[in-house]
């Protein structure tokens, strides 16, 4: 289930573009749709001359001496990699990309980001990469000859909701390039939402305001339901705006608007549990902003 309509949340592209797997047979065009988009996912939508390359390992998957995974390995051990994203970065934004590039989502809490930066400082920089394309969890979301791909942004029964977040703020839309940083620079973007486990505000990429498409119109005071606000220890309260809901009366019949149908006060205890209960009616996140 995707996070609001992809369109408005700057994950299109994403959404659209099945998986790329590298299949027996392939044609010499085949792979090199597979080599452009392990470019692609792992430099972080940067462009690469041709001097960049690693003609290497591009040969040797050409000819079936390497999988996908490691093609993907070879990229990120590369100088290339190192010098854009390691040498030029803090710690704590190479590990967040490196979530990004390779596993496809946002670090889920403070302990994996410690347990990364251990791995740095006690083993070094491709043992770091080592240990998300050795990992379990690679293995179960790509396999071995499967590009990764962005998987954060997909709603899943639990899924922790602040991990959920934390990806829009890494992802901000198909055109982006982690290259060039983002709006905070070559900063880490979650380190403290990560380390206080507080979720982002999801909003779409070009800030634009209601009407023009990019965000959704207030809706009127009456569809709100406030859900405990302020009751947090933390006394932070955040509002939810949901749509996919089916029309009063109708049956099987979404709302064929694109502003949202219902928003929700919710403190930030009852965050994960109210985003549960609203995936199991179907409904679809708009955005989740703070209100106070």
Known sequence: MVFGPAS??????????????????RSLEEVEIVIRAVYRQVLGNAYVMESERATVPESK????????????????KSDLYRSRFFET????????????HL????????????????????????????SYLDSD???SAYG?????????????????????????????????????????????????????????????PSGGSAGDGWSFQEPADTARTRLGAGAGDDGKVYRIEVTGYSSPGKVNRISKYRRSNQVY???YNKLS?????IHQQGGVIASITPVN
Not at 89 to 100: A, D, H
Not at 104 to 128: N, Q, V, Y
């Open 8 to 25: 408005e949340l700057g994950v299109s592209l994403f959404e659209d573009t099945p998986p790329i797997e590298l299949t027996p047979g």
């Open 61 to 76: 998957l050409k000819q079936g001496e390497l999988s996908v995974r490691e093609f993907v390995r070879a990229v990120a």
């Open 89 to 100: 970065s803090p710690r704590y934004r190479f590990i967040e990309l490196n979530f990004k």
């Open 103 to 130: 596993l496809g989502r946002a670090p889920d809490d403070l302990e994996e980001m410690r347990k990364h930066s251990t791995i740095l400082d006690t083993e070094g920089f491709e043992a770091e990469i080592d």
């Open 137 to 139: 969890e690679y293995q």
């Open 144 to 204: 071995e000859n499967i590009v990764p791909y962005y998987r954060g942004y997909k709603t899943q029964p639990g899924q922790d909701m602040v991990g959920f977040t934390h990806f829009f703020a890494l992802a901000r839309g198909a055109s982006s390039s982690d290259f060039k940083g983002s709006l905070a620079g070559k900063a880490p973007v979650l380190n403290k939402y990560v380390i206080q486990q507080l979720p982002i505000p999801v909003i779409p």
């Open 265 to 267: 006060l919710v403190p």
């Open 273 to 277: 549990q109210e985003y549960q209960r």
